[in-house]
């Protein structure tokens, strides 16, 4: 008897799932449909992925500055009245800022992009942005002035050609130069992997997790007359034992008898080993931490919040400054540009060390003259301290100088005057 394309005998004891999971493939026409940037979310190694991204950058604060000097020292100012902050705060009608975030962090990481229709009246600024399935974007440049021009496609059918200056485009890596590649296509035989692993546990303990059965003829029987019986047999058998009817009494045709049952163990068909396996393959591929997707072998209490901090470095500040930059250049006037205007997101929020840890950091800036009082409760959220409480001034060490100065000795001491003469004249003089 043969299932699923293997010759299933008594001494066949064991299945690999890597051998199940390859049969599988090849029987089935590989198990699934094929892994996109659409149903990669079945995924639960990306789900964790896209959902952790996502909700960083939407929590995120993103503000407009103008880098400006004052006293010879550069500084930025914080624009809230700008356009493009007004923008960025509300994007468009349907989506309220943290939403827009969070759908644009999921297809930037999925798709490898990004797009959003730039809505602008005839004058004036940008009024809204309309976020388009990056799929649905396909974008052509012309050899001849290298000019860009979007293809894209409507859910109506409808084509629509639009210059990729009405665009916000915001992309990663791309092997064309033009669009962003995803690393869900470019692993998608390793989430595959993970989905079928998936699917084949829920289908093991959906039939309550009973061995594959095994069905043998007694010697003298003649077996099934047709194949077409064989077939029949097997489908009453599933029917009627399988799912919720397990452990139902059975009764088997005359000239049939029951073998001993082929054995699936978990931890000899390596299916723990290939879920973490996988798991790891497709973490490495995001470029994540291992402990966000729930792999916590190598975690320990004291690497998590390193690991965490590793995360927002490596992984949210790229992302985040990818935004940045496409921002900048589709958002911004020439007028801004000339001003210094930017975009940046502000991680300090996320990469803040604990409280401990910072306070120490910031008094030992406030105690060497780097920060004034109102500016550390300023970090801290705090109000500023009353005008005449010196709020906004420096400290400087006393012990300390300037650089290249010259070193001003100190004025020599004043010998006190001797004890039995208090006003420094002697007895003769007084007499």
Known sequence: ?????????????????????????????????????????????????????????????????RSATKDGRAFKEKMPNHPVAKLLAYPNKWQTRAAFWADAASAYVRYG????????????????????????????????????????????????????????HVR??????????????DVAQAI????????????????????LMIFKFIEGSKGFKTPEQEKQFIADFQNALGGNNRHKAMLLPAGMATG???????????FLETRKYQRTVIAGA?????????????????????????????????????????????????EDWSRGVVIRFNLDSILRADFKSR???????RLNGVLAADEWREIEGKNPLDEDNGGDEYWRPANM?????????????????????PNGASDDNAQ
């Open 1 to 65: 008897m043969k299932f699923l394309g293997f010759d299933i005998r008594r001494e066949q004891k064991n299945l690999n799932l890597q051998d199940f999971v390859s049969r599988l493939l090849s029987v089935q026409g590989g198990g699934l449909a094929p892994v996109t940037p659409d149903n990669c979310m079945a995924s639960p190694t990306v789900h964790a992925i896209v959902t952790a991204i996502s909700r960083r950058l939407s929590v995120t604060p993103v503000h407009v500055y």
């Open 113 to 168: 992009r990004f797009y959003a229709f730039k809505v602008q009246g005839s004058t004036g600024p940008i009024r809204e942005l309309l976020p388009i399935v990056p799929s649905r974007v396909c974008l052509e440049q012309d050899q001849a002035n290298w000019s860009v021009i979007a293809r894209i496609t409507h859910a109506s059918g409808q084509i629509e050609e639009k210059p990729l200056s009405k665009l916000l």
């Open 172 to 185: 990663g890596a791309s092997r064309n130069f033009l669009e962003g590649d995803s690393p869900v296509e």
């Open 192 to 211: 595959a992997l993970e989905i079928l692993a998936e699917k084949f546990g829920n289908s093991f303990f959906n039939n309550g997790a009973i061995p």
């Open 260 to 270: 001993d049952p082929v054995k699936i163990e978990n931890d000899k068909a390596q």
């Open 286 to 334: 995001f470029g994540v931490p291992p402990h966000l997707v729930g792999d916590l072998e190598r975690a320990t209490f004291n690497n998590v919040e390193q690991q965490d901090q590793d995360f927002t470095l490596n992984v949210i500040m790229p992302v985040a400054q990818a935004f940045e930059a496409a921002m900048e250049r589709d958002l911004l006037t020439d």
């Open 359 to 365: 306070q120490e950091g910031l008094q030992m800036q």
């Open 401 to 421: 100088m300037v650089a290249g100065e010259p070193v001003v000795a100190p004025p020599p001491p004043v010998a006190a005057p001797p004890p039995n003469e």
